[in-house]
Structure formats: structure tokens, C-alpha cells
């Protein structure tokens, strides 16, 4: 695309061309990943180390989770990320309406997600199986079963998080897609948050495992 | 004579709606010039009060718990309101696409924002200073940081904001590199400057988020007490330090590359010599950048890692004395058979040659395992660091600014004031912080509101030279202040450099350039192009 063709409404002041706004957008989204990666691997750091110091409480804790919620959250979750790649497809064919339907489908899984886990945690709450101070529960061996609690509150928590700053971004694309914003020319917006998403549904993807089924 | 041109970014548009809400990244540079500065002020007045304080021993003027808050306030707001955002913000801003021929930063709106970011991080840490200010020292080392009354959370989520701030800035710089060179700057064709902040933006984006992350355990411990850094409760305080200096050591390089950078400018435009070793100063900075995420263990060598962590750590740092020692090898070179003048911004390169060496070759002593555990925790980490960090990253971020003020606004600044300035502020620094070497080295332990008298001669000689130090600010304030109204103006290019940024008119039109500029020559090509100084006269 050349300037000669006219300047795209889309095109900010300080690119030359389309093609060169939409590598710096893909560029800037891959570095954000990586922090966001980083962010996370303390977290993970945490999990390795308290683990191995305290295996016999990880294994006598992590019984205490729900795996059908969680495989069930995780299918919800890998879902949602098909139908976030749909939706960016379709606006690559210029299908706005599609693209609408996927984004609200992406949205509601999420919703769905979230849901699903109040109700793990609520039930946890109930029983006392919390982080530090706040412990009470009693059916756990072991001294300081609480801190696989923290680290399990704080990782799903921060992930939690994560789901929701997604559902405020894919809200706001539904907004922009009815509103004419997008086309198959200009879809960089739909496109960064898929990979968000991605990422999102990816630390998931071992988070599940490193808490429901390693005993 | 020159003129000033009658458009230009400082005028156009006007209005303080135009400033707040600018994406131009030069004007993004001032609002980080002015914010910038006044944190520097202000930690600055908290170690003139903490020299005070120490001038003899028992009490001066402060209690001993005033005394432990205005260490804390004076370290914190130094490192996470003022160094880290120093140069990358303010002098990267500004010049950054101007060096580099584009016509801004990839994200102007993701640059305005981490202006706003940076406000509201500092708001949160200075509302600390009325909320009963931090007394655990900038490190906020476990478990005291969770069982001090004092207001930790306010300033440690301040920092956990600034650091996105820091990570806007990095994530940006890199895109901005990566993408918007001006056709045919190759990567070897940018300037020293640009590979400084490229590496120092490499290390922001990946270390600063283990800081957000342990910044926040840290709050979640003390509001809800997970835990996870309570020995009592099954936690690690070790872990926290571990996770603390992971990033905290990577970011020492996040305050030192960029200023290497400017050096790399100054040495070579006031030596009007091609530089010595482009491509090895260029890799050195990544090579700084890589072995910084290896070396985080040598703050620890006390804290009860294991042994065998500590030989390996030791070991490991001894190599950033190589990449290190590259570029002073360099810079030396470069002004050999150069034709050296002596202007302000030279002065300071020189003054960062003398003083980083100092403060590199002493880091080479505290990275050995055995010399460590010694001197730790004395006045010769203090000096070490001071070294380091004032001695090389505020020296080359003044001569940097003093470098760029005629290109930011147009006008020269006193050359003779500036000279004195510049003599007050190498003196005094060396008067302050040379004594605590010898300080450290006799036993003297850090963060202590009181001593042994045999200390009192070198404190007190440490405190006059905090008070020749703040003379040279002073007056460093009054004749830049002067210099706006009264300077006079210089021209397109008053060095006589060949990169981009001087291509253009003092102060740059909004857009930069009125067309983008084509590479002709290599930013260094002293030896091929004459470029004349704008300022009409021999300089």
C-alpha cells in the first residue's frame, strides 16, 4: 500500500505505511506476552519451590481440588480460543456479522469460565481452605498445608485477573466491530487480543495440570 | 546570527490542554524532564539531610526513626523515581526518533500514558512521606518490611506503577528501533545511543515484571498474610531477595547502558574522531545486558545461599568487567590523536571515564566472594554504588542534557557557568563519596544513625562535599533556568555532529523533519564529512 493510493483513515501520522503499523502492533503485542510471561514466572518460580520443600502437603492438598470443574473449565477455555480465531478470520474476510457472533461467543465462555470458578472458590471459602492466616480447615496432613492454598489462590487469582482484563478488551471489540470500525483491510485490534486470549487460555493450560492432576 | 525558528514543537499548537494531552514525544520528553527533576530535587534534599544528620555523632537534627525514613525516602525516590526513568524517558524521548530519522515512537499514546503511569506511581509513593514515612531502606527486605508499622504498601505499589511506566517505555523504544529506522539506517549505521537504549529497553521488559510480581507478594503478605516470605508460617524471606535482586540487579544496567550510550556520542563529536570499536561497543551493551539476569546472587553472599551459589555468582560477575572494560578501552581510544575540545558535556564524559572506572573496578572487589563478605553492608558499598550510579549514570545523563539543551530549546546555556558547575559537582562527588570508601573499608556499616568517633573526621568531610555537590546544582539550575529566556540561540547543529537530530532545526518542527532524511554517512564518519558548527565561531 503507497501513499499515492491515498492515506487510510486507519493509518497513524508516524507510520509510512499500513503494512508498517501493523508490524510495529505485532511487535509491541509479542514483547507485551513476554512481560506478561515473565509476570507469571515468579509465580511459577514460587510454585516449584514450595513444592519441592513440601511435596507430601502438595499431593494431600491438591485432592482437595475439584478436576471435573477444572477439565471442564479447561475445555471451556480451549473453546474460547478457537472461537476467538474464528472471529479474527472472519474479519479477514470482511464478515462483519460473524465476526460479531464469534466475539460474543468468546465473551460468554469466558463468562462461563469465571463463573465456574466462583463456585470452586466459594466452596473452598466455605471450608476454610484458604491462603495463611485465613486457613482453618483441618482435614489436611502435614504442617502449613495453607501455603499450597496461597500459592494456588494467588496464581488462579492472578489468572482470574487476566480472564477478566480479556472480557473488557473482547467487549470492547464487539462495540468497534458494530460500529464499522474493523474491515478486511484494518483488523490489528481483533488480532492482538487473540493472541492476549491465547496466552491467557495458555496459562491455563498449565496451571490445570501443575494444580488438579500432578499428585 | 541564528534565529530561532518561528514554528516549532514548543509552540505549536499552544495551550496547556496541547502539553497534557500531547503525543509528540518531545513534548512526552519534557513532561518526564520537569517531573523527573523535581523527584530529583527532592531525594536529593533527603541526602543533604542525611549528611547533616551524620556530620558527628548522636543527634543532629533528626531522631534515630526520622533518620531510617529519609534513607528509605532518599534511595527509593532516587532509583525508582529519578534514575530509572532519567535518561530513557527524558533524553531517549526526546532524541530517540530524531536519531533514528522517524517521525515519532511507534506508541505515542502508549508513550503519553506511561508519562501518566509515572505521575501516578510517584503520587502513591510520595503520599508515603504524609502516611508515616518507609523506614526499611529502598530494598524492603522481609520480614521487617511486613512488621513495620510504617506506610511500606503506599511506596512499594508506587514502585509496582512505576514499573509499568518503565515497561511502556522499554516495550516502545524496542518496537520504535525495530520498525521505524529511516531507510537505509541499518543496524550498524545507528547511533552508540540507540544500541544503549535498545539494550537498557531489553532488560526493562524483562526484568520488571519479576519486580511487579514480588512488589506484590510483598502487599498481598502484608494485607492478608499469606505466608509466603514468613519462615514462622512455612514461607522464604530468602525467596524474596532472591526474587527482589533478579530484578533489582538487571536494573542497575537499566540506569548505567543508557548513559554508556551518551558517552559513546560525546566522546566521539567532542573528540571530532570516527569512534574506536563501533560494533564492540555496540554488542558490549548487549553483552551487559545478557550476563545482567546471571548475577542477582552477589547481593546474597551473606544471606544464607548456598556456598556453591555464591562461588558460581562470584564467578559470574567478574564478567561484566569485560564487556565493561571494552567500552573504556573504547572511548580512550577514540579521543587518542582526537582533537579534543573541552566543552561542559565533555567535561562530564570525562568526569563519567575517571569516576566509572572507580566505581566499576571497586564492583570487581565486591564480586569477589571472600572481599564481600567483609565489606558487606559497609560505607564501601555505599561508596561503590554512589560510584556507579552518580558518578557514571547522572554524570553522562547531565552531559547528555547539556549535549541536547540546544537542540530541545534552542539556545545555548552559559559555557562558563556551565564550566563551573561542572568542576563544583566533580569535586564535591568525589569529596562525598571518595571518604566513604575509606569509611567502608575501616568498618564503618551502612544505614547507621550513629558511630564511633574515630569516624567523625571522614563523615564530616563527607558532608562538606554534599554541601559543594549542592552548590553545583544550584547553580547547574540558575544558569539552565537563564538560559531559556536569555540564551542565545545556536542553531541547527552548535557541536558540529553528524547524526540526524542535528540535521534538523533547533528547536525540531512539530513533525520532526520536514522530510525524512536519507543516510549519507555513518553517524561517526568524522574522517569522510565535516559537518560546521552552527555557532559561527571556533568552539
Given at each position: 500500500?503507497?501513499?499515492?493510493?491515498?492515506?487510510?483513515?486507519?493509518?497513524?501520522?508516524?507510520?509510512?505505511?499500513?503494512?508498517?503499523?501493523?508490524?510495529?502492533?505485532?511487535?509491541?503485542?509479542?514483547?507485551?506476552?513476554?512481560?506478561?510471561?515473565?509476570?507469571?514466572?515468579?509465580?511459577?518460580?514460587?510454585?516449584?519451590?514450595?513444592?519441592?520443600?513440601?511435596?507430601?502437603?502438595?499431593?494431600?492438598?491438591?485432592?482437595?481440588?475439584?478436576?471435573?470443574?477444572?477439565?471442564?473449565?479447561?475445555?471451556?477455555?480451549?473453546?474460547?480460543?478457537?472461537?476467538?480465531?474464528?472471529?479474527?478470520?472472519?474479519?479477514?474476510?470482511?464478515?462483519?456479522?460473524?465476526?460479531?457472533?464469534?466475539?460474543?461467543?468468546?465473551?460468554?465462555?469466558?463468562?462461563?469460565?469465571?463463573?465456574?470458578?466462583?463456585?470452586?472458590?466459594?466452596?473452598?471459602?466455605?471450608?476454610?481452605?484458604?491462603?495463611?492466616?485465613?486457613?482453618?480447615?483441618?482435614?489436611?496432613?502435614?504442617?502449613?498445608?495453607?501455603?499450597?492454598?496461597?500459592?494456588?489462590?494467588?496464581?488462579?487469582?492472578?489468572?482470574?485477573?487476566?480472564?477478566?482484563?480479556?472480557?473488557?478488551?473482547?467487549?470492547?471489540?464487539?462495540?468497534?466491530?458494530?460500529?464499522?470500525?474493523?474491515?478486511?483491510?484494518?483488523?490489528?485490534p481483533i488480532e492482538m487480543t487473540g493472541l492476549y486470549w491465547h496466552l491467557v487460555d495458555l496459562i491455563w493450560i498449565f496451571l490445570f495440570p501443575l494444580f488438579y492432576l500432578v499428585g | 546570527m541564528n534565529n530561532l525558528p518561528s514554528s516549532s514543537y514548543l509552540n505549536r499548537p499552544q495551550g496547556i490542554k496541547s502539553w497534557l494531552l500531547t503525543l509528540d514525544h518531545k513534548r512526552i520528553g519534557l513532561l518526564y524532564l520537569f517531573s523527573v527533576m523535581t523527584a530529583f530535587a527532592l531525594g536529593g534534599v533527603f541526602a543533604m539531610l542525611i549528611l547533616l544528620e551524620l556530620l558527628s555523632p548522636g543527634r543532629e537534627i533528626i531522631d534515630a526513626d526520622t533518620y531510617h525514613q529519609f534513607f528509605t525516602l532518599h534511595g527509593a525516590i532516587m532509583i525508582f523515581l529519578f534514575i530509572i526513568p532519567s535518561i530513557p524517558a527524558i533524553l531517549g524521548n526526546f532524541v530517540l526518533p530524531l536519531m533514528i530519522g522517524a517521525r515519532d515512537v511507534a506508541f505515542p499514546r502508549l508513550n503519553l500514558a506511561s508519562w501518566y503511569v509515572y505521575i501516578l506511581g510517584s503520587l502513591f509513593a510520595l503520599y508515603s512521606i504524609i502516611a508515616g514515612a518507609v523506614d526499611t531502606g529502598w530494598t524492603f527486605y522481609t520480614p521487617y518490611s511486613v512488621e513495620t508499622t510504617t506506610s511500606v504498601i503506599s511506596m512499594t505499589l508506587g514502585a509496582f506503577i512505576l514499573g509499568f511506566s518503565s515497561i511502556f517505555t522499554g516495550l516502545n523504544f524496542i518496537v520504535t528501533i525495530h520498525k521505524l529506522r529511516a531507510p537505509g539506517m541499518s543496524w550498524f549505521k545507528m547511533p552508540l545511543f540507540v544500541w544503549g537504549l535498545y539494550a537498557t529497553a531489553i532488560i526493562q521488559v524483562l526484568a520488571t515484571p519479576v519486580l511487579g510480581i514480588t512488589l506484590l507478594l510483598l502487599i498481598i503478605e502484608r494485607v492478608a498474610g499469606i505466608g509466603i516470605f514468613d519462615p514462622a508460617m512455612g514461607g522464604d524471606p530468602v525467596l524474596y531477595q532472591h526474587f527482589f535482586w533478579f530484578y533489582s540487579h538487571p536494573a542497575v544496567y537499566i540506569m548505567i547502558l543508557p548513559g554508556m550510550g551518551i558517552i559513546s556520542e560525546l566522546i566521539s563529536v567532542f573528540s571530532h574522531k570516527k569512534i574506536f570499536g563501533y560494533k564492540a561497543i555496540a554488542f558490549s551493551s548487549l553483552g551487559i545486558a545478557f550476563v545482567s539476569f546471571l548475577v542477582w546472587g552477589h547481593h546474597m553472599f551473606v544471606s544464607g545461599q548456598s556456598e556453591l551459589a555464591a562461588m558460581i555468582f562470584s564467578f559470574l560477575t567478574f564478567f561484566v568487567g569485560i564487556p565493561s572494560g571494552i567500552k573504556v578501552f573504547n572511548w580512550v581510544t577514540t579521543m587518542y590523536k582526537g582533537s579534543i575540545s573541552l566543552e561542559a558535556p565533555m567535561l562530564y564524559a570525562l568526569s563519567f571515564l575517571f569516576l566509572f572506572t572507580i566505581g566499576g573496578l571497586t564492583g570487581i572487589f565486591l564480586g569477589a566472594l571472600s572481599v564481600d563478605v567483609h565489606l558487606h553492608d559497609t560505607y564501601f558499598i555505599v561508596a561503590h554504588f554512589h560510584y556507579v550510579m552518580m558518578g557514571g549514570t547522572v554524570m553522562a545523563f547531565l552531559g547528555g542534557l547539556h549535549y541536547w539543551w540546544p537542540k530541545i530549546w534552542g539556545r545555548m546555556y552559559s559555557e562558563k557557568w556551565a564550566r563551573v558547575a561542572v568542576a563544583l559537582i566533580f569535586v564535591g562527588f568525589n569529596v562525598t563519596f571518595f571518604s566513604q570508601f575509606i569509611l567502608g573499608s575501616q568498618g564503618m556499616p551502612r544505614r547507621y544513625y550513629n558511630y564511633l568517633d574515630q569516624y567523625q573526621p571522614l563523615h564530616a568531610f563527607s558532608t562538606f562535599g554534599s554541601w559543594i555537590l549542592g552548590l553545583g546544582f544550584i547553580v547547574m539550575a540558575i544558569y539552565l533556568i537563564h538560559s531559556l529566556f536569555k540564551g542565545r540561540p545556536g542553531g541547527a547543529n552548535p557541536w558540529g555532529a553528524l547524526t540526524f537530530e542535528w540535521t534538523t532545526s533547533s528547536p525540531p518542527p512539530h513533525e520532526n523533519f520536514a522530510e525524512i532524511p536519507r543516510v549519507e554517512h555513518g553517524p561517526y564518519d568524522f574522517d569522510r564529512v565535516t559537518a560546521k558548527s552552527t555557532l559561527g565561531e571556533t568552539i
Open positions: 500500500m503507497s501513499q499515492t493510493a491515498g492515506h487510510p483513515s486507519f493509518l497513524q501520522h508516524h507510520f509510512s505505511d499500513a503494512e508498517q503499523q501493523r508490524e510495529s502492533a505485532k511487535l509491541g503485542m509479542w514483547i507485551f506476552l513476554l512481560t506478561e510471561i515473565l509476570l507469571f514466572g515468579g509465580l511459577f518460580c514460587a510454585y516449584a519451590i514450595y513444592r519441592s520443600w513440601n511435596p507430601e502437603i502438595f499431593h494431600n492438598a491438591h485432592v482437595h481440588l475439584n478436576v471435573y470443574l477444572g477439565t471442564l473449565n479447561t475445555v471451556v477455555l480451549i473453546t474460547s480460543s478457537v472461537t476467538m480465531a474464528l472471529a479474527i478470520r472472519s474479519m479477514q474476510l470482511g464478515r462483519r456479522t460473524a465476526t460479531l457472533r464469534f466475539l460474543a461467543v468468546t465473551l460468554a465462555l469466558a463468562a462461563v469460565f469465571l463463573v465456574i470458578k466462583y463456585f470452586e472458590y466459594s466452596h473452598k471459602i466455605h471450608l476454610g481452605q484458604l491462603p495463611g492466616k485465613f486457613y482453618t480447615y483441618d482435614g489436611i496432613a502435614g504442617t502449613n498445608p495453607h501455603i499450597f492454598f496461597s500459592v494456588y489462590f494467588l496464581m488462579t487469582g492472578l489468572h482470574g485477573i487476566h480472564v477478566l482484563a480479556g472480557m473488557a478488551t473482547i467487549a470492547w471489540l464487539v462495540v468497534r466491530t458494530s460500529r464499522n470500525v474493523f474491515s478486511s483491510e484494518y483488523y490489528t | -
